[in-house]
């Protein structure tokens, strides 16, 4: 089962522009992780906000994390066709043990 | 290698056999995931393994789909009498603890006839 959804299903912006993807949850969490995944690739990890922290940056990317209201945002700037994709937000639900639980993805498209 | 790599990297098989998928974790990881990917969709948890034991798998959606890690490294997954359903790209990932970031493999994308 899915344990997230992110919004929006599917972006397009032109390089340049900022890109914010959107990620709700249901459960409460001891942490919060970001993928990205090429066509047809592996996952790759971008960024991890614990439940007790707020906002987070990694060199382009930023994510804040809302626990009271169950949510988090993914913001790219300055976004580049490199940075087509599928971005993926998972959650580690308290007391599960590590195990890590997947939304349903956000198709970001950047175009020159 | 230096990342978590799988084989076969593609498997087409016919309806009712049974089917093996490796992983090979990066060393010193001792926890092991295997997820299953539906396209269009987000990776869906199967089994989680810490060492050599099975510390999750709730995942697994019924008795034909089984994952064993004897000697706490290298892990299979295993299917029996499958079916066209199963058909998906199989990923695998590693952790060096608990909680943290998830190291994943290019994945082994399963095809059934």
């Known amino acids: 089962s899915q344990q997230g959804e992110e919004d929006p299903q599917a972006l397009s912006i032109q390089e340049g522009e900022n890109a914010t993807m959107n990620c709700s949850y249901k459960?409460?969490?001891?942490?919060l992780q970001w993928y990205r995944q090429n066509s047809g690739r592996g996952l790759v990890h971008l960024i991890l906000?614990?439940?007790?922290?707020r906002e987070k940056h990694s060199g382009r990317l930023r994510v804040t994390l809302d626990t009271s209201k169950k949510s988090s945002s993914l913001l790219i700037t300055a976004s580049r066709a490199a940075d087509t994709a599928s971005y993926f937000c998972?959650?580690?639900?308290?007391?599960?043990?590590?195990?890590?639980?997947f939304g349903t993805g956000t198709r970001l498209q950047v175009t020159l | 290698g230096a990342g978590v790599s799988q084989t076969p990297s593609n498997k087409v098989t016919e309806k009712g056999k049974y089917v093996e998928l490796r992983c090979d974790p990066i060393?010193?990881?001792?926890?092991l995931y295997w997820y299953r990917q539906s396209l269009g969709q987000g990776p869906e948890f199967l089994i989680y393994?810490?060492?050599?034991?099975?510390?999750?798998d709730s995942g697994l959606p019924n008795d034909r789909f089984f994952a064993v890690r004897p000697e706490g490294s290298v892990s299979t997954l295993k299917i029996q009498r499958t079916e066209r359903g199963d058909s998906a790209v199989y990923l695998c990932?590693?952790?060096?603890?608990?909680?943290?970031?998830?190291?994943f493999g290019e994945g082994s994308r399963l095809t059934v006839l």
């Open positions: 990932a590693s952790s060096p603890g608990t909680n943290g970031e998830l190291f």
């Open positions: 459960t409460s969490i001891n942490n």
């Open positions: 906000i614990r439940s007790n922290e």
């Open positions: 998972a959650t580690v639900t308290t007391g599960t043990a590590s195990k890590l639980t």
């Open positions: 060393s010193g990881h001792t926890a």
């Open positions: 393994f810490q060492g050599t034991g099975a510390a999750d």
